[in-house]
């Protein structure tokens, strides 16, 4: 069946002034009204699906034995802890899974940036919150870091 009519995209561009490594502003143009948003939500789906990362997939905590258990000395329970480690990127060397440590007992705020790993893993945003620790509080915790593809939520 030939659709007469239909307006095809004629122009394909990229804007190489602002392309890098991780990111990159790319146009096809014309489209007939709503086609775009079609098309656009089909690619954004099949990228997110098919970017290779790392990740966190284990966590063993001290003194924890479900994740809805509250930490003592520690603001967050088990679940927002978790959460905020989903948040943390990190560039893994090689296809093996990797073990990362997390230690505090000093009064404060936790970030990704005490996160002890060896050369194979980097913490690409040390910056990322992930607990608060009280007086007398104490957060020791060994995570599991594994390379996937795309994103599965929590």
Same mark, same amino acid.
Not at 41 to 67: F, P, Q, Y
Not at 96 to 125: C, F, H
Not at 149 to 154: C, I, Q
């Given at each position: ?14 804007d ?38 790392? &990740? ?31 948040q ?10 990797? &073990? ?16 002890? &790993? ?10 990322v ?10 957060l ?13 939520? &929590?």
């Amino acid at each position: 069946m030939l659709w007469k009519g239909f307006q095809k995209p004629k122009r394909l561009a990229v804007d190489t002034s602002t392309l890098t490594d991780k990111y990159g502003i790319f146009w096809a143009q014309p489209f007939e009204r709503g086609f775009g948003t079609t098309i656009g939500n089909g690619l954004r789906r099949v990228l997110l699906s098919s970017i290779e990362g790392a &990740a966190v997939t284990a966590i063993k905590m001290e003194g924890v034995l479900h994740e809805f258990q509250s930490i003592p000395g520690v603001v967050e329970d088990a679940t927002d802890i978790i959460l905020n480690l989903k948040q943390v990127p990190f560039k893994l060397s090689g296809d093996a899974p990797k &073990a990362i440590y997390l230690r505090s007992d000093q009064p404060g705020v936790v970030t990704s940036g005490m996160i002890e &790993a060896d050369g194979d893993v980097e913490v690409l945003d040390k910056d990322v919150y992930i607990a608060t620790v009280s007086e007398g509080g104490k957060l020791d915790m060994e995570m599991r870091l594994k390379r996937g593809r795309g994103y599965v939520s &929590a």
